[in-house]
């Protein structure tokens, strides 16, 4: 893809239509300041969608209209056309040249069109999205893009990265799905709000709506009886009512006979007046065309008359040119002629000229040497004036340092006597000073030993605490688990009591103490060993209560029967004592009896639970039935008796326990008091180290000023032994230099002698000189006075030359041109005279098609004028018809009269029924024709009514209305959570393909800028970073720069030049990653010296096989890399003008600059 052609119209000082054409490779735009050069580049920015009037170097949108100057009115529009090639189709859209218009009215309307067809400014923005040619993309470089580039923040810096990335479009649709996000953010907030409104005023009309069904209820049941009088009085009007209509029917049946032959003849009528209006429309076209045949044949004998006019005009200009071209011919002999003779003349005045000039060239030499040894004496004399004004100044000034240097040495000596009365007094003072400082030492010393012993009795104080701490928190984890054990096991003897019977046995043996024995396995004991096989064998029997007497036990089924307790099962003790106990074995094996302890007045009831059963190998045999194999805990349900040993198990453990806690407890409470005596002494001890610390840090401060003083003091004592000797080098070099200012002042009187003496020669040999020259000048003056007439009058024949060549050029050139004319001339009356000839023969065609319309028009006539007659014959037709039909029609107004009446009476009956009762008429007939009701029962029915109060009888409605409402907002709310997940989900996924992009065009890009900087700086280093790598969503970059021989440095430290040239570095490594199909340059090579742009020019030329470059110049070398160069220029104040040169290879690339 690239930008075929620019259309300016009445765009700042393109007033007017101006078109730019643009093929491949380099294009340079150039011309003077002022010159509207940038107002292509403002175009290109406008009609792209720029929206900143201050971008486009203006303060309101209007500016881009041409304003007018003092010779040309403004302009009401401003429009801009880009044309791009897109074969390629890299612009989402189905055509291969593709316009995009921009239009301003001075109004303030703006309308952007794409091929002519009018669009929005966002789809001007989505076509170009990430092609790298949209509104402030890197494809258009200003001097004020390279600054945005280079000064701006990194965050503002990285949108130039979005856009190469191929992000920019993600990013737009990141924004769109938060700002919908936002948006079903405050739905969400509205739809709540409003369903908690609902929900409130839902509970109250529900109350409503009960009242107003029970006022309903009430109210049918009275309108029932009040009805069925109505109804009666209706089913009467309704049989008079059918009567009448009955009557009324077979009216408008002959009626409607009539009316449907109205209406086929109505129908025939509208065919007719169709046939009518289509035939007199094509009279109307045919008479158009035969107006047409007409209007032609005027047109060509029109152009016929024009054609012998201009023939006539030609033949007549062809004589004048003859007549001019012969007077021509003899104007050009007499020219030459006076030409010779001026010739011959100017020969002779140069060689009086020549001759003058060589008298005046030898004056003129002696003249110029008299003034070079004049300008060169006064030279000399200058200096030896300066000379002697610089040597008496060097002997003041040498007087005056000599002054001071004896005062400065006096000076010396009193500062130098008392720096060794100091040194004295500060010796003194060092003295005392080390004194007290070694008494304060031996103090530390001492104190430091009593610290480091008590510092050790505290630490190991600390550790026996430390350890008691860790022992108590041992015993204290310890204890805590022991408790946390003995309530799991309370938990599970509980749960255990919970999941069995013990609750109902427990309230059975309360209500019936003395009556109730208790469960089987409450009067039995067996080995843990064996209570699985005991339980397995009694199976739920061990749940079996036992009672004394069969009563009891009806007793407590009637107890649990009333109570709704729960199940049991009851062995009555008197009952089983009477029945007979097998002992014989019916398996061998051992019997699961024998495995029981019981009372003995228990026995027979546990043989007779447990019959038969035997044990053997693990297996238990009871009358046919085997039970053994593996159960597992899980899928075991424990018995009774298996519950009662676990309860008792877990007591036992419970009660360990319990004397564990004991001793545990006060295990800690006596590490407790051993730590509080520990503790004790150790704060004693803790206080006796402050106190000795304290009084160190007392004497240490004491030792530490006294150092200081002592420190102080030496360095005191160093600094008045480095400024005495200072102050002795200083006196000895003053009194050296005291001696050399001697020697100068001596030799300065000497020199400023000698000086005096050939100054005043001098002076005398300048005056003799002057003298000289003065009458050189005067003769002079004379011989060139002479050479200027001379010369003068050359200049005049010369004059006359030229004037004699010139006309006889434009007489020879005048000749020409009437040639010229008469041939051209020939070729135009030639033209005409064929045009006449065509012309003619056309008009003859014409005439034949005239008469065959003439022909065609009668004839459509004649077909209308018949269609015409039939329409008058179809008309009195329907009239008798219609008759007929308005006396049937004042038949039926009289029944209709009637019926209305009847009718009037049965809608009376039906709204009161339907207003009074709220039935319809139709309900009535149906529901309660057969209702009957006494009078007492509707005088209550009426005082329930009268008891509800007001009622709001809309309430059911209202509510189900309400309810309906509140379940479609439920929903909604649904739906936007759901699409506020989706919206996330979406960002989600925009963010990771953002990330993902961003990473790697980053990556080639900045690898790339390496080389490129590299490449153009031929050395040196560059980089990019990101100021935050973990948010590649918002990071900015920054750009580091290393110039060969420089430092590494930010880039608001380089200069001018290098901060353009690390710009273009930029440009070309986002270039050689996504080339945009075009880039604008304006005046980027500016600060660039001539080295910097030979290398920006090199490279230019090889990103121009990829893409377009216009770059705006003023640079020679800049301009030599181009292919077309495009001038702007102003010939007419304030209106820009478009010069276009080609330049095809370098001979014709430098005849164009050398003319510029």
């Not at 006359?800 to 040639?819: G, V, Y």
Request: net charge negative.
């Amino acid at each position: 893809m690239h930008l075929k052609t620019i259309e300016l119209g009445g765009f700042k000082s393109f007033a007017d239509r101006t078109v730019l054409t643009f093929g491949e490779g380099i294009t340079a735009i150039v011309g003077p300041n002022g010159c509207g050069k940038t107002n292509i580049t403002d175009a290109i920015k406008w009609v792209l969608g720029e929206q900143s009037a201050k971008s486009l170097r203006g303060t309101k949108m209007e500016d881009v209209i041409f304003s007018g100057t003092a010779s040309r009115k403004q302009t009401s529009v401003s429009e801009i056309t880009l044309t791009f090639d897109n074969s390629k189709n890299v612009l989402p859209i189905d055509y291969s040249e593709v316009c995009v218009t921009r239009r301003l009215f001075r109004t303030g309307e703006s309308e952007y069109l794409l091929n002519k067809t009018p669009v929005r400014l966002r789809d001007i923005k989505d076509l170009f999205l990430d092609t790298g040619i949209g509104m402030g993309s890197y494809s258009i470089m200003e001097q004020g893009k390279i600054d945005f580039i280079l000064q701006s923040k990194p965050e503002e810096r990285r949108y130039i990265f979005e856009e190469v990335a191929g992000v920019s479009k993600y990013k737009s649709k990141r924004e769109e799905a938060l700002r919908k996000l936002e948006k079903v953010g405050q739905d969400m907030l509205r739809l709540n709000d409003i369903l908690s409104e609902l929900e409130s005023q839902k509970n109250k009309l529900d109350s409503q709506a009960r009242k107003a069904r029970q006022y309903q209820k009430y109210l049918d049941e009275l309108k029932n009886y009040e009805v069925n009088s109505l109804v009666q009085k209706y089913q009467q009007v309704k049989e008079i009512n059918s009567a009448k209509l009955k009557e009324l029917t077979d009216i408008n049946e002959k009626l409607s006979h009539i009316s449907i032959e109205i209406d086929k003849l109505d129908a025939k009528y509208s065919e007719l007046k169709i046939t009518l209006t289509a035939k007199e429309d094509e009279l109307i076209s045919k008479r158009t065309e035969a107006n047409k045949i007409d209007s032609s044949i005027a047109i060509l004998n029109e152009r016929i008359l024009s054609a012998q006019t201009t023939k006539k005009e030609n033949l007549t200009r062809n004589k004048e040119a003859q007549q001019e071209i012969q007077q021509g011919q003899i104007d050009r002999i007499n020219y030459e002629k006076g030409l010779s003779a001026a010739k011959k003349e100017l020969e002779e005045a140069e060689i009086v000229v020549s001759s003058a000039k060589k008298i005046l060239a030898e004056k003129t030499e002696r003249k110029n040497k008299l003034n070079s040894e004049i300008t060169k004496a006064n030279s000399d004399i200058e200096n030896l004036r300066q000379l002697i004004f610089k040597t008496a100044t060097e002997l003041s000034e040498l007087h005056n340092r000599k002054t001071s240097i004896n005062l400065f040495l006096k000076e010396i000596n009193y500062r130098m006597e008392k720096l060794k009365n100091q040194e004295r007094e500060t010796l003194t003072k060092k003295a005392e000073q080390e004194k007290i400082a070694g008494e304060l030492k031996e103090k530390i010393t001492v104190i430091n030993l009593t610290l480091e012993e008590k510092k050790k009795k505290i630490e190991n104080l600390t550790t026996k605490i430390n350890q008691l701490r860790s022992e108590i928190e041992k015993n204290r984890n310890e204890l805590l688990s022991k408790k946390l054990l003995g309530a799991q096991f309370d938990a599970q003897a509980e749960a255990m009591n919970r999941n069995s019977n013990y609750e109902l046995h427990s309230k059975i043996k309360e209500a019936f103490n003395g009556r109730v024995l208790g469960t089987v396995s409450d009067l039995i004991t067996v080995a843990d060993d064996n209570v699985s096989v005991v339980q397995s064998a009694l199976g739920e029997k061990s749940d079996y209560i036992i009672c004394d007497t069969e009563n009891t036990a009806t007793e407590i089924i009637k107890w649990l029967k009333n109570g709704n307790y729960g199940w049991a099962d009851f062995l009555i003790m008197s009952e089983i004592e009477k029945m007979p106990i097998s002992t014989s074995n019916v398996f061998s094996g051992k019997k699961i009896s024998d495995l029981i302890n019981c009372e003995p007045k228990f026995r027979k009831i546990m043989d007779f639970l447990l019959d038969d059963a035997t044990l053997k190998n693990e297996n238990i045999y009871s009358r046919g039935l085997i039970s053994g194999g593996t159960l597992l805990p899980e899928n075991r349900l424990r018995g009774s008796l298996e519950t009662s040993a676990e309860i008792n198990r877990l007591k036992n453990e419970t009660a360990i326990i319990n004397g564990e806690i004991g001793k545990l407890t006060e295990s800690i409470k006596n590490e407790q008091e051993e730590i509080t005596s520990t503790g004790t002494e150790l704060d004693k001890t803790a206080v006796s180290v402050d106190a000795g610390k304290n009084e160190l840090m007392k004497i240490m401060t004491e030792l530490t000023s006294a150092e200081e003083s002592l420190k102080t003091s030496v360095n005191y004592l160093s600094i008045l032994s480095a400024e005495y000797e200072n102050l002795n080098n200083q006196k000895i070099k003053k009194e050296s230099e005291s001696i050399e200012i001697n020697d100068r002042i001596s030799k300065s009187a000497s020199q400023e002698n000698s000086v005096k003496t050939g100054f005043a020669q001098l002076t005398s040999h300048i005056k003799k000189l002057q003298a000289e020259l003065e009458s050189q000048e005067r003769d002079f003056t004379d011989i060139q006075i002479d050479f200027s007439v001379k010369s003068s009058q050359m200049e005049n024949i010369k004059e006359k030359i030229k004037t004699a060549d010139t006309t006889l050029q434009l007489t020879s050139a005048k000749i020409e041109k009437s040639k010229k004319w008469l041939k051209e001339s020939a070729e135009k009356i030639a033209a005409m005279e064929k045009i006449i000839s065509d012309s003619t023969a056309e008009i003859n065609k014409i005439v034949v098609s005239k008469d065959t319309a003439d022909d065609l028009l009668k004839n459509i006539e004649k077909e209308r004028d018949e269609i015409k007659n039939a329409i008058t014959e179809l008309e009195n037709n329907l009239r008798t018809h219609r008759t007929q039909q308005n006396i049937l029609q004042d038949e039926t107004r009289t029944l209709e009269r009637a019926v209305s009446s009847t009718s009037s009476d049965i809608r009376q009956i039906e709204t009161r029924i339907k207003e009074e009762k709220g039935i319809t008429i139709e309900d009535a007939l149906n529901s309660y024709k057969e209702v009957a009701m006494e009078q007492n029962e509707i005088e209550k029915l009426k005082k329930k009514i009268e008891t509800l109060g007001a009622v709001n009888l809309a309430a059911p409605e209202e509510y189900e209305a309400l309810e309906q409402r509140y379940n479609f907002l439920t929903k909604q709310k649904e739906d936007l959570e759901k699409a506020r997940e989706d919206l996330h989900n979406a960002i989600n996924k925009i963010n990771i393909t953002t990330r993902q992009n961003f990473q790697k065009t980053f990556t080639i890009v900045r690898e790339n800028f390496r080389k490129i900087f590299n490449q153009l700086f031929e050395g040196g280093e560059a980089d990019l970073l990101l100021t935050d790598e973990g948010n590649l969503l918002e990071t900015g970059i920054d750009i580091i720069a290393q110039p060969p021989g420089k430092k590494l440095q930010h880039i608001s430290l380089l200069s001018g030049g290098e901060k353009t040239l690390t710009a273009i570095a930029i440009l070309f490594a986002i270039y050689l990653l996504k080339p945009a199909p075009f880039c604008i340059l304006d005046e980027i090579d500016g600060q660039l010296d001539e080295a910097n742009v030979l290398r920006f020019t090199r490279m230019l030329r090889e990103f121009a096989e990829t893409s377009q470059f216009f770059v705006i110049t003023h640079n020679k070398r800049t301009m030599e890399s181009a292919n077309v160069l495009y001038g702007v220029s102003m010939e007419e104040l304030g209106i820009s003008k478009i010069i276009s040169v080609h330049l095809e290879g370098e001979e014709k690339r430098e005849e164009s600059l050398s003319r510029m």
